[in-house]
């Protein structure tokens, strides 16, 4: 079946360091993909997509390009600030029977220090 | 301009009593999908719901669970004679009809405690 794995927390960096959180997927068709990002007691929020190979999402100084020869999405931003302490989550959709299935990571737990 | 909404956002039973989660999608959305998330874990698909109908139940628990998401109202789901195992935080997304790879859009979920 479909899968995502994504590398394990916590990351722990100083403010505005570089961030780099892996995901890579499997999937039998050609999902698209999305980072969701949760900050503490709260749902999951959408933080950026790519639908197809070589898209590059991108939203609050994070981005992630569509990697189809590595079946990767990996999520960077070049300089993170402490608000962006949160759990991240890399996610794979496919249609399936007419619906959607979405397949999660585990969530990369970021905390950024002063 | 209300998102999903999903209610009690905390929710504290005993074992053996039943829990009701509540969950109303965004407006003009049909489709309804509830995870669980276990402590430090991902979320994992439990049920897919369009209107009166279950689409798919794969990830759900065959006893004491269900859900439904009738022509009027929320989607419901119940957990009858909860346990210890029950504790974790239910999110309930819903996306719109003919969605092909649009993102579903998540409420802020429900906190289950089983005393």
């Known amino acids: 079946g479909d899968s995502v794995t994504q590398m394990e927390g916590p990351v722990t960096l100083s403010e505005e360091a570089f961030l780099t959180i892996n995901c890579t997927y499997t999937a039998t068709g050609y999902p698209s993909l999305f980072w969701y990002v949760q900050y503490p007691g709260e749902g999951l929020q959408l933080l950026l997509k790519?639908?197809?190979?070589?898209d590059k999402g991108s939203n609050k100084g994070f981005e992630a390009t569509y990697r189809k020869e590595t079946t990767s999405f990996h999520l960077e931003k070049g300089s993170v600030q402490v608000s962006d302490s949160a759990v991240y989550f890399c996610?794979?959709?496919?249609?399936?029977?007419?619906?959607?299935?979405?397949?999660f990571g585990t969530g990369t737990k970021l905390q950024v220090i002063p | 301009n209300a998102g999903v909404m999903q209610n009690p956002r905390h929710l504290v039973r005993r074992r053996g009593q039943e829990a009701r989660l509540r969950c109303s999608p965004m407006k003009g959305h049909s489709h309804v999908y509830w995870y669980r998330q276990l402590p430090e874990e991902g979320l994992k698909f439990m049920v897919y719901l369009q209107k009166e109908n279950i689409i798919d139940e794969s990830g759900m628990p065959k006893e004491r669970f269900s859900a439904e998401f009738p022509k009027e109202g929320p989607s419901i789901l119940r957990i009858q004679q909860v346990v210890r195992g029950d504790s974790a935080a239910y999110f309930c997304?819903?996306?719109?009809?003919?969605?092909?790879?649009?993102?579903?859009?998540f409420g802020d979920g429900t906190r289950l405690s089983i005393l």
């Open positions: 996610a794979l959709l496919m249609n399936s029977g007419g619906y959607q299935k979405v397949t």
């Open positions: 790519a639908t197809k190979a070589d």
């Open positions: 997304a819903s996306s719109p009809p003919g969605a092909s790879n649009q993102p579903q859009h």
